[in-house]
């Protein structure tokens, strides 16, 4: 079976809040991402900053553990054969040729390189589409587009090179 380490995991869960501290911040984009979003720093005092940082952890482990198959090329292996007898079972053809696979190609396409060019190519593909399609129906500029994209495409090429690197 494919092992998880689930320290990697979490720890990839952590790089969205990090990559948001610098990316909106003041000396990057805060101001043009608040005329943008038609944000003031007012309305943005008066969120619940520690409800706001546990919801975006408890988000971010979702997107770590759905960026998992993404970028972890020998997951598609386990999807196909999830429902065959024995599986969990190292004894049984299943699990034999599980074992096989894993010791033959469990470690192809297993870098930081290769996670973050499926990372980025995930953002380019799912968040930019999600950006765009809500900031049409919003009125949002190019410019608010432009800018949660650029984020997520460095968010998620990081998330998506610790993923395939170590977990």
Request: proline share 3%.
């Given at each position: 079976?494919?092992?998880?380490?689930?320290?990697?995991?979490?720890?990839?869960?952590?790089?969205?809040?990090?990559?948001?501290?610098?990316?909106?911040?003041?000396?990057?984009?805060?101001?043009?991402?608040?005329?943008?979003?038609?944000?003031?720093?007012?309305k943005l005092k008066s969120g619940?900053?520690?409800?706001?940082?546990?919801?975006?952890l408890v988000l971010s482990l979702m997107l770590s553990v759905s960026?998992?198959?993404?970028?972890?090329?020998?997951?598609?292996?386990?999807?196909?054969?999830?429902?065959?007898?024995?599986?969990?079972?190292?004894?049984?053809?299943?699990?034999?040729?599980?074992?096989?696979?894993?010791?033959?190609?469990?470690?192809?396409?297993?870098?930081?390189?290769?996670?973050?060019?499926?990372?980025?190519?995930?953002?380019?593909?799912?968040?930019?589409?999600?950006?765009?399609?809500?900031?049409?129906?919003?009125?949002?500029?190019?410019?608010?587009?432009?800018?949660?994209?650029?984020?997520?495409?460095?968010?998620?090429?990081?998330?998506?090179?610790?993923?395939?690197?170590?977990?």
């Amino acid at each position: 079976m494919q092992k998880i380490n689930f320290l990697y995991v979490a720890l990839a869960s952590l790089i969205p809040i990090a990559v948001g501290f610098v990316w909106y911040s003041k000396p990057l984009f805060a101001d043009a991402w608040m005329r943008a979003a038609e944000v003031s720093e007012e309305k943005l005092k008066s969120g619940n900053m520690a409800l706001i940082l546990i919801l975006t952890l408890v988000l971010s482990l979702m997107l770590s553990v759905s960026l998992m198959p993404i970028v972890i090329h020998q997951f598609g292996v386990f999807g196909v054969l999830a429902n065959e007898t024995g599986i969990d079972d190292p004894n049984s053809e299943a699990g034999k040729f599980i074992a096989g696979f894993m010791e033959k190609y469990g470690s192809n396409f297993r870098t930081f390189k290769h996670g973050s060019f499926h990372g980025v190519i995930a953002s380019l593909f799912f968040a930019l589409p999600l950006i765009g399609i809500n900031a049409m129906f919003e009125r949002r500029s190019f410019k608010y587009v432009a800018i949660h994209t650029g984020y997520w495409l460095i968010t998620l090429g990081l998330m998506g090179g610790v993923i395939c690197a170590f977990v």
